[in-house]
């Protein structure tokens, strides 16, 4: 493999930038408030959404909250034990989290019910259920698919009191974030890495773009090093890629 | 608590709240070997972070089926003191602490030559005692030294600091307010000597072009705190090779 | 701690502390913690257990069966022993032999831990520091590879200042002109002694 590699090929036949063949499955999950299941490769990771109400946080009152979590489920991998989040669930719970929270893909403003008192939750659970590479992708990409699924009820606030409509409305979207994630093997960089490219890379890196090619999130994985030009072609070569994905992803889902 | 009131965070003259300038590091204290019961130790102050570094190792692995045939296992636990933030933080460990043990070991491991000590482990514990943003960045710093301090033998130092953005502008080693307030956060630790960058991560928004330059101002400045850190080092162990006996001589006078 | 210096390509380590790492023929001083059906288990302050077969101690002739019981004869748990590394690899932990010239159980003396890096200069170039020790405080001193040091004296007196001299070196390894400085100190100690 490593061979291949070295001549720009992969095990699968496809190129350094190539991704593997990607399906969005939108609204498995009637009972959430909003699902998609992500086949990316081998890869199938489901994202479930549920919103509910609570207490907004001290410092954000007048903001709603986004809570992200994921489970490396035992039946995704031989290598996955139950138990606990161990660090790599958690890595990639805060990854995601962090490429939403800070593209503010959700105007939080919009989920204050009451100013200090009332704001949704948007709880985001990403459940791993087949590990072939890349989770770091697959499950923001299911996270988003779900996110853009999403409905919530419609409400309206009379005398302090919630009371909700039945007509369902979206959940407030203003940006798309995708991570593309690189792997490092032997000096060459492949993007989306299967889990036989994983298991041999030295380290990875993944760039989290929004719609306008901002950066919003950037984590480097793995006890490899990088050099500052890789770093830079790789930053590059992500913003183009997450144009390209964020445009199918919105496609298939809508 | 109530929400902080924003202040400006750069004046007309390009000054910092803290008066720096945009690609300014705050102080840096480092002192080498100030615990006595671990094997390698370091304290470092950056600005008014407190960190305490201490490496255990290579030691016997416990459990048994950890370890490793070929290599030590390098474990790594940050931790932040309750009292170490303006709120209480709870002495269990969160989900951002897990994390950052799982980055900074990440950043420091590629410098071990864990080759060295197969079936052991080295262990490394950070303590943050007072916070001020920049914590894993200071406590990747501070443990390069522990491990120095240890006597495990390193391909080279490794060093770190934050850049970012702040009202616009990308500066240098953000502080709290700047954490808090800025627009985006970026830690990076590089290997000064091969120029390889072993931790990266960003959050907040950027360009590509930002990014660039808060990338050279921090690997810059990584190369700045390489030579406090060999300054630290240099003050405590100065050797006198004459006067050290070569292995072989040892042999003879046990024989 | 490993002082870096880069010479060419490679990194050269300086170490003035670190863990032992047993080199075979190494004369170590280990304590026992624990019995098994053939041998011991022994602490020699390294991160790999070492273990001291029976077949390598010189009691073990003529015994057949033995078991626990007869292993914790010859050696209990917690007991020190000077022993010597006869094997030890990347893929194994270090084996121990008692089949050599005063290898076995101590029973007297003091023991005295150093970092196992500062041996060298226990012992000094050709030996010029661990013989002044010896004949300046009148004791016998056995410094074991690993940084365990035995010092065994006729009276209190001269073990106690052979053993501030070892922890003096270890202080101040990294300086010159210490055997002289460290005699002068015997001698200003011993004769102390002698008036008192």
Redesign the interface.
Same mark, same amino acid.
């Not at chain 2, 000597?193 to 960003?202: A, C, E, H, R, Y």
């Given at each position: 493999m490593l061979d291949l590699i070295l001549k720009g090929k992969r095990m699968d036949n496809r190129g350094p930038l190539d991704y593997r063949h990607l399906t969005i499955v939108p609204g498995v999950i009637e009972k959430a408030n909003g699902s998609a299941q992500v086949y990316l490769g081998k890869t199938k990771v489901l994202a479930g959404i549920k919103v509910q109400t609570g207490d907004p946080f001290p410092d954000t009152p007048d903001d709603g909250i986004l809570t992200v979590n994921a489970e490396l489920v035992p039946l995704a991998s031989p290598s996955f034990e139950a138990g606990p989040p161990d660090e790599n669930s958690i890595e990639l719970a805060r990854v995601v989290d962090r490429g939403i929270r800070e593209s503010k893909a959700i105007d939080l403003r919009k989920l204050c019910i009451q100013p200090g008192k009332k704001v949704f939750v948007v709880f985001v659970d990403i459940y791993v259920l087949d590990y072939d590479g890349n989770l770091i992708d697959a499950s923001a990409m299911a996270a988003l698919g779900a996110l853009i699924n999403a409905k919530m009820n419609a409400y309206e606030v009379k005398e302090g009191e919630v009371s909700y409509k039945d007509e369902l409305m979206p959940l407030p979207m203003k940006d798309y974030p995708v991570p593309i994630s690189s792997a490092k093997i032997e000096g060459s960089v492949v993007l989306d890495p299967c889990l036989e490219e994983e298991q041999v890379m030295s380290c990875r890196l993944t760039v989290t773009t929004g719609k306008d090619d901002r950066i919003c999130a950037m984590q480097k994985g793995g006890l490899g090093v990088f050099t500052v030009d890789e770093i830079k072609q790789v930053v590059s070569t992500s913003i183009a890629k997450s144009r390209e994905l964020r445009a199918a992803i919105i496609e298939k889902v809508r | 608590?109530a929400?902080?009131k924003l202040v400006r965070l750069i004046n007309q003259s390009g000054l910092r709240v803290d008066g720096r300038r945009l690609d300014e590091l705050r102080p840096i204290k480092l002192e080498?070997?100030i615990l006595d019961k671990a094997?390698?130790s370091a304290y470092i102050e950056h600005g008014k972070n407190k960190i305490l570094a201490a490496v255990y190792? *290579? #030691? !016997?692995a416990h459990p048994k089926h950890i370890a490793l =045939?070929?290599r030590a296992v390098v474990r790594c636990r940050y931790h932040m003191a309750p009292f170490s933030t303006e709120e209480r933080k709870s002495p269990a460990p969160s989900?951002?602490e897990?994390?950052l043990?799982?980055?900074i070991r !990440?950043a420091l491991? *590629?410098s071990i030559m864990s080759e060295?000590? *197969?079936?052991?482990t080295i262990d490394i514990f950070i303590e943050v005692l007072q916070a001020d943003a920049g914590t894993r960045c200071a406590g990747i710093t501070a443990t390069s030294l522990a491990l =120095?301090? =240890?006597? +495990? *033998?390193?391909?080279?130092?490794v060093a770190a600091c934050a850049a970012g953005k702040v009202e616009g502008q990308v500066v240098l080693d953000l502080s709290d307010i700047e954490d808090k307030q800025g627009e985006a956060d970026?830690p990076v630790a590089l290997?000064p000597?091969?120029?390889? /960058?072993?931790?990266?991560?960003?959050?907040?928004?950027?360009? !590509?072009n930002e @990014?660039?330059q808060a990338?050279?101002m921090s690997?810059e400045a990584c190369r700045r705190i390489y030579e406090m850190q060999r300054d630290a080092? #240099?003050s405590? @162990?100065?050797? $006198? #090779? &004459? !006067? +050290? $006996?070569?292995?072989e001589?040892? =042999? &003879? /006078?046990?024989a | 701690m490993g002082l870096a210096d880069v010479v060419g390509n490679k990194l050269i380590v300086v170490p003035v502390k670190g863990a032992y790492i047993p080199q075979i023929d190494d004369i170590v001083l280990g304590r026992v913690t624990d019995i098994g059906l053939s041998g011991w288990q022994i602490d020699i302050g390294a991160p790999y257990p070492a273990m001291l077969p029976m077949s390598e101690t010189p009691i073990h002739r003529g015994r057949e069966g033995g078991g626990r019981r007869d292993l914790s004869h010859i050696f209990g748990v917690g007991d020190l022993v000077l022993a010597q590394v006869i094997a030890f690899d990347r893929t194994r932990d270090p084996l121990l032999t008692t089949k050599g010239r005063g290898l076995g159980k101590i029973t007297s003396g003091r023991v005295v831990r150093v970092s196992p890096a500062k041996i060298p200069r226990v012992i000094g170039k050709k030996g010029s520091m661990i013989t002044m020790l010896k004949k300046e405080t009148g004791t016998d001193i056995i410094a074991g590879q690993n940084g365990v040091i035995l010092v065994s004296g006729r009276s209190p007196d001269q073990e106690r200042t052979a053993v501030e001299a070892l922890y003096m070196i270890e202080r101040e390894a990294h300086t010159s002109g210490l055997t002289d400085r460290v005699r002068a100190m015997i001698l200003e100690k011993m004769k102390g002694k002698m008036v008192g």
């Open positions: - | 608590m929400s902080q080498v070997g094997d390698g190792g *290579p #030691r !016997e =045939a070929d989900r951002r897990l994390e043990s799982k980055v !990440e491991e *590629p060295y000590y *197969p079936r052991t =120095a301090d =240890a006597g +495990i *033998p390193m391909r080279e130092l970026l290997m000597k091969s120029n390889m /960058v072993s931790l990266l991560q960003m959050d907040g928004s950027l360009t !590509e @990014f660039k990338l050279e690997t080092l #240099r405590k @162990f100065l050797v $006198a #090779r &004459e !006067e +050290i $006996a070569e292995k001589e040892v =042999a &003879e /006078v046990k | -």
